[in-house]
Each structure stands twice: as structure tokens, then as C-alpha cells.
């Protein structure tokens, strides 16, 4: 488990925009794709690696520990893994293009409310390499 005091955090503010990046390696059994998440101006510049099921617990910590309406994520690929489909499924160029300009806009969204941004679970999304699932909610002091 990670120490969540944060000591040198990084204050997200609203003129921060977050970049959602397909990684161009494959990943697992059933090859989901893999997105970077990155953030622009930024003294210091990070990037994250992150999948769907990734965005989704965020989602759901943000939905169940802060006091905002959470958008909604692009929908899940579901009937586009089935083997009976006359096109490539998940890895169809203009879904994938959809998908990540859809978790870019979640992220930018989620990222620039006021009241979200200081969300333990946001900060560990954005910048820890590895999510720490058992961290515990609440919100970042700044000093």
C-alpha cells in the first residue's frame, strides 16, 4: 500500500488538459488496448499508462466519495468482441479513435472540476504507475 501523504503533489488546476494516447503495444490474453494519459502545462511534465477498467475505477471512486455528477465513460466493447462480426471489433481504427477521444473528454471533464481535483483516487489515477485499490478515500491537503 502506498502512503497517500502526498508531500509534493501536484495541484491539477483548471487550465490543466489531459492527453489520452493509445500505447501502441498490445497488452494480455484478450488484447485491450492501452491508453497514456499525460498531462500538458505542467512544470512538470507525467505520464501514465491506463486501461479502460482503469477509467472505470476512477469512475466509480469519484462516484461514490465526491460530491459531483461523474460523466459518463464511452461505452464498453462488448458486442464488438464477437466472433461473428464482419468488421475487426475492438480493433477497428474508428472505434478506437472514438473511445479515446471519449475518455479524453471524461478525464478533462473529471479533471477540471473544482471539486474533484483535490479526490485522493484522482491523483492517484493521474500519477502513480501502479493504482493502489486500497488507498484510502478522502482528499488531498494542499498546503
Do not use: C
Not at 38 to 51: I, K, T, Y
Amino acid at each position: 500500500m502506498v502512503d497517500m501523504q502526498i508531500v509534493n503533489h501536484t495541484t491539477f488546476t483548471v487550465r490543466t488538459h489531459f492527453l489520452v494516447r493509445q500505447h501502441p503495444q498490445l497488452q494480455g490474453i484478450n488484447f485491450g488496448s492501452d491508453y497514456i494519459v499525460g498531462a500538458l502545462h505542467q512544470p512538470l511534465e507525467s505520464s501514465v499508462r491506463r486501461r479502460y477498467s482503469d477509467f472505470e475505477w476512477l469512475r466509480n471512486e469519484l462516484e461514490r466519495d465526491s460530491k459531483i455528477i461523474v460523466p459518463l465513460l464511452p461505452g464498453k466493447a462488448l458486442k464488438r468482441q464477437l466472433p461473428f462480426r464482419n468488421d475487426d471489433g475492438i480493433f477497428d481504427e474508428t472505434f478506437i479513435e472514438e473511445r479515446r477521444k471519449g475518455l479524453e473528454q471524461f478525464l478533462n471533464k473529471v479533471a477540471g472540476h473544482p471539486l474533484a481535483q483535490n479526490e485522493k483516487s484522482l491523483h492517484i489515477f493521474l500519477q502513480m504507475t501502479e493504482l493502489d485499490k486500497n488507498y484510502i478515500p478522502g482528499r488531498i491537503r494542499t498546503a
